[in-house]
């Protein structure tokens, strides 16, 4: 399967341009089985979203609801995933393995340490990853609270590969993945990975993730 693992839609993400609907028939047209949608989970976003925590879930949910209503019907996957933002710092983490109750039993998730995330995930058979460790102004994390890094191949964001290939030497242990961290129809297809196995939602991804080799795609660009 050739997976999408880092995809924004403007329903869930404004920094977005693109609506679910478009994003969905577009990576059908670039080849892609599967995307998950990993609209930003960040409190100076979700304050906006609701006056309750669960009004401010389900409007967070709508890019990724949207997305998975036209998947059938464009002959592909639509996957639930998450980047967060932990409070107060810069740094994005990538979540794979949840699903809509995760969120609306943990609504305050931005306000958790990497260690109590970290821990949170594995307890629901979820993984964390970071995502573009080395694009300014964010710095790689505790590598002992983290299951895997991204390769982010989105072209002219300074994600500074390079600089994650040396700092990973260190950390061999660490798995790795590839995502597009695409937010328009122009960003579609530069990244994601390709397994062997199928799975039909993010806990299968997941622990195909934990167990088995993933094929990264690279893009040139990726390092700029």
Request: with cysteine.
């Amino acid at each position: 399967m050739k997976i999408e693992m880092h995809v924004h839609t403007n329903e869930g993400s404004p920094c977005a341009e693109t609506d679910a609907e478009s994003i969905v028939k577009a990576y059908n047209k670039a080849g892609y089985d599967a995307i998950v949608i990993t609209n930003h989970f960040d409190n100076n976003l979700l304050v906006h979203f609701g006056n309750t925590e669960k009004a401010r879930i389900e409007r967070y949910l709508l890019g990724y609801r949207k997305a998975k209503s036209v998947a059938s019907e464009n002959r592909i996957k639509v996957m639930l995933g998450i980047e967060i933002r932990l409070e107060p710092n810069e740094e994005d983490f990538l979540i794979y393995g949840i699903d809509e109750d995760f969120l609306f039993q943990n609504p305050d998730l931005c306000f958790m340490s990497q260690k109590e995330l970290y821990e949170l995930c594995h307890s629901y058979g979820a993984v964390l990853y970071q995502a573009h460790p080395f694009r300014t102004p964010c710095i790689p994390r505790d590598p002992d609270f983290l299951d895997g890094v991204e390769y982010n191949q989105r072209p002219n964001s300074g994600n500074n590969n390079k600089k994650l290939d040396t700092w990973l030497q260190s950390y061999p242990d660490l798995k790795r993945i590839s995502g597009s961290d695409c937010h328009n129809l122009q960003q579609v297809g530069y990244g994601g990975i390709i397994i062997q196995e199928t799975v039909n939602d993010s806990q299968e991804l997941a622990e195909v993730l934990k167990q088995h080799p993933v094929k990264l795609i690279m893009n040139e660009h990726s390092t700029q």
